[in-house]
């Protein structure tokens, strides 16, 4: 349906419109002058259309000094264009339309960046112009491709049974988790809402109300730094909690969301429609992390055991173990043929992290089983072939082998793994490739301390049947806790919660809280589960990392709107501002200048 400022927008005119007339509206893209004839790239939000105009025409000259990014109206017929100028990367790159008449409806001052290409720039420039940065191509696409991934969701929740609900923004300051924003409440002097780090306690609640699936695209507010993969400040999540369910309920939902989204929005690979279960232990050991980026082959293995052999004369890593260290190694297939600077520069790297570097060796066989490389003359035959066994290596592989401490060991061998596999080029980017991980620790002992502390979420419901766990042995609690994860990312933790309140007061108690202290810090949860709660669970996939993957962007800040910079600031609308003293005595709130 047109009216005065368009027949059609600037991505439907075809072949079969020419000799029509035709009316179009948007922004000057780009203009290309060739003397007796200009040729101006007219945007709008749906795409792009070339128009022509010739010197003879009367507006030619106006049209020639209108600045880039003015918006303008154009009436003029369509025409074809010559064959060897037809545009096969746009929509309507068959025709083009010779401009008749033509009016600025919005002038533009000289531009901070540019629009019409999606090069890098400056990001402080790029967020307090957001509004230009997001007329560029690539980010227009991003927001949409948001846009049309959310609607996707709520659909298929609806198809899954689930119904929306909205929960309260202001809300009580939580005592567990990252930094609340607060809000004061002027009818309630001195005392402060929250703005909700998630929705976890209302979605609980709102399955001991009785509903039975729930979900809602949540905004969530943590005062939290920035980083590529995290928003500071707010940020979106699919949540969603479901009553009557084990942990594979939860699971089966979220895979067919997640198998559905990816195939409808991505050309990518999903390598498994099946999600892999990996248990948090394994996934600490086998990549050094409980994020493992499963489009990577390389695996980490333990081979500490090695160093209690007479044969091996390694004598720094033997030291280190007997001393409480462990050994653990990366092996890479048919690599006899790298060069000495490939291997010395993985060494050179991890020094550069902060490790003491990696040893390395490769496989070699003659008469007999050897190692080709600084360390390899420390391992004799017999203990080569032992490594190979543990490790599934073959003659031609290389090894290189980290000695530390678990928790550093864990960190160096994780980003290794990355490391090498992108310096042989391992990792195929057309892939997706999804997991669980699985059955958490309950708790952790904090090292410095030696305090009993709850290793992730304090409201997980433990594993095994309430009256034969052994709680006098915490740290072989596990708890129905899971992530799931998408190429290193994770997506979300999610669990099966603990809805039992006398559970809750014991494993609150292993940890230092006694009854009153969880009574007052969560009163309302403990409060509505003793009328009756059902066993429920649930999950909470970040909306940004999802469309994040989707765009095949590593920055959140490429598909999110508005977002804030590194210091949440929001540079566009100046926020946080200062506010005036009679805001302030309303609130009745004063501030303490700095000296």
């Known amino acids: 349906m047109s009216n005065k400022y368009r027949t059609h927008n600037c991505n439907e005119l075809r072949k079969e419109h020419v000799n029509n007339n035709a009316v179009l509206s948007g922004w000057v893209n780009k203009k290309r002058d060739h003397g007796n ?30 600045q880039l990014e003015t918006v303008v109206r154009i009436e003029g017929k369509v025409v074809n264009r010559s064959e060897e100028t037809i545009n096969k990367e746009i929509a309507s790159g068959e ?34 112009y957001r509004f230009l940065d997001l007329r560029r191509k690539k980010i227009h696409e991003n927001i949409i491709l948001r846009s049309k991934v959310i609607s996707f969701i709520r659909n298929e929740m609806g198809k899954l049974g689930f119904l929306e609900f909205q929960t309260p923004i202001l809300t009580s300051s939580s005592p567990e988790g990252a930094r609340d924003f607060l809000v004061p409440s002027r009818l309630n002097p ?39 993969d995290r928003s500071p400040g707010e940020f979106y999540q699919l949540d969603l909690e479901m009553s009557f369910v084990e942990q594979e309920d939860v699971f089966n939902v979220v895979e ?25 232990k394994e ?8 994020k493992p980026d499963l489009r990577n082959p390389l695996i980490i293995n333990d081979i500490t055991e090695i160093f209690s052999r007479e044969d091996v004369k390694f004598e720094i890593f033997k030291k280190l173990v007997k001393s409480g260290s462990r050994v653990r190694c990366i092996v890479t297939k048919n690599t006899k043929d790298k060069p000495r600077s490939f291997f010395d520069n993985i060494d050179k790297w991890a020094k550069e992290q902060g490790a003491s570097g990696l040893a390395y060796f490769t496989f070699e066989k003659d008469e007999i089983i050897s190692g080709k490389g600084p360390v390899g003359k420390f391992f004799s035959s017999e203990s080569l072939e032992e490594i190979m066994k543990l490790t ?24 290794a793994r990355t490391k090498i596999a992108k310096d042989l080029d391992l990792i195929d980017d057309n892939i997706f490739a999804f997991c669980w991980v699985v059955d958490y620790p309950m708790f952790e ?19 095994g049947e309430i009256d034969q766990i052994n709680f006098d042995k915490p740290l072989d609690i596990l708890a129905f806790q899971y992530d799931i994860v998408c190429n290193g990312i994770e997506l979300s933790s999610g669990a099966i919660r603990n809805h039992i309140p006398e559970l809750m007061y014991k494993l609150f108690s292993i940890a230092g809280y006694d009854k009153a202290v969880v009574d007052e810090k969560f009163s309302g949860m403990i409060n509505a589960l003793s009328y009756g709660a059902p066993p429920h669970g649930g999950i909470a996939p970040g909306i940004d990392r999802i469309v994040m993957l989707l765009a095949n962007e590593k920055n959140i800040r490429e598909v999110t709107m508005f977002p804030m910079n590194q210091n949440a600031q929001d540079l566009m609308m100046n926020a946080p501002s200062e506010v005036n003293e009679k805001q302030l005595k309303e609130l009745s709130i004063s501030l303490k200048t700095k000296k």
Not at 45 to 64: A, D, M, P, R
Not at 96 to 120: A, H, R, W, Y
Not at 283 to 290: P, Q
């Open 37 to 66: 004839l200009l040729f101006i790239d007219l945007r709008d939000n749906y795409g792009v259309t070339q128009c022509i105009i010739e010197k003879e025409n009367s507006h030619f000259k106006q049209l020639e000094k209108t």
């Open 95 to 128: 025709i083009e339309v010779v401009i008749q008449n033509f009016k600025v409806l919005g002038t533009c001052k000289e531009l901070p960046l540019p629009v019409f290409s999606d090069q890098e720039y400056a990001e402080d420039i790029r967020l307090k």
């Open 190 to 228: 001195g005392k402060f809402y929250a703005l909700p780090q998630a929705p976890q306690q209302f979605k609980q609640l709102i399955m001991v109300s009785g509903f039975d699936k729930y979900f809602q695209v949540a905004p969530c507010f943590r005062d939290e730094d920035a980083r590529a």
């Open 256 to 280: 067919k969301l997640m198998v559905n989204t990816f195939k409808e929005f991505s050309k990518k690979k999903l390598l498994f429609d099946k999600f892999p279960r990996i248990t948090y």
């Open 283 to 290: 996934a600490m050991l086998k990549y050094g992390s409980d």
């Open 392 to 415: 599934g290596a073959d003659i031609g592989d290389s090894i290189f082998l980290a000695c530390s401490k678990q928790q550093e060991l864990e960190k160096i061998t994780s980003l």
């Open 445 to 463: 002992k904090d090292e410095v301390t030696n305090k009993i502390e709850f290793s992730h979420n304090p409201f997980s419901m433990p594993q």
